[in-house]
């Protein structure tokens, strides 16, 4: 059984940073893309950053690039992701998500499983 289990979400002020993870078990972690998603009151879930299982390479939305970081540790079956000066608008549900591609990373529908998702609030 796969799981993804994000963790690290909170209440941050405006230019605060908060860390999130994702630890994941039941598939072979190293061959899979990860990805980050968030999801705001409504609005559609949107991408923010997937990095490569193949070659390590990292894709960023334009909104989060500069302030975002995203990492992962093959041998802890875990990807982070680092958020430095957040923004308001930045509060939503964040979701990490497994792809096993490397094609088309922004589109949800590539990927194959996901977490429960982990709020981060950023006051103004």
């Known amino acids: 059984q796969v799981r993804l289990v994000e963790s690290g979400g909170g209440l941050v002020q405006a230019g605060g940073s908060l860390s999130v993870s994702c630890a994941t078990s039941g598939l072979t972690f190293r061959r899979y893309t990860m990805g980050w998603f968030r999801q705001a009151p409504g609005k559609e879930r949107e991408f923010v950053v997937a990095?490569?299982?193949?070659?390590?390479?990292?894709y960023y939305a334009d909104s989060v690039k500069g302030r975002f970081t995203v990492s992962r540790d093959n041998a802890k079956n875990t990807v982070y992701l680092q958020m430095n000066s957040l923004k308001p608008e930045d509060t939503a549900v964040y979701y990490c998500?497994?792809?096993?591609?490397?094609?088309?990373?922004?589109?949800?529908?590539?990927?194959?499983?996901w977490g429960q998702g982990t709020q981060v609030t950023v006051s103004s």
């Open positions: 998500a497994a792809a096993a591609t490397d094609y088309r990373l922004t589109y949800a529908s590539v990927y194959d499983y």
């Open positions: 990095i490569s299982w193949s070659s390590g390479n990292t």
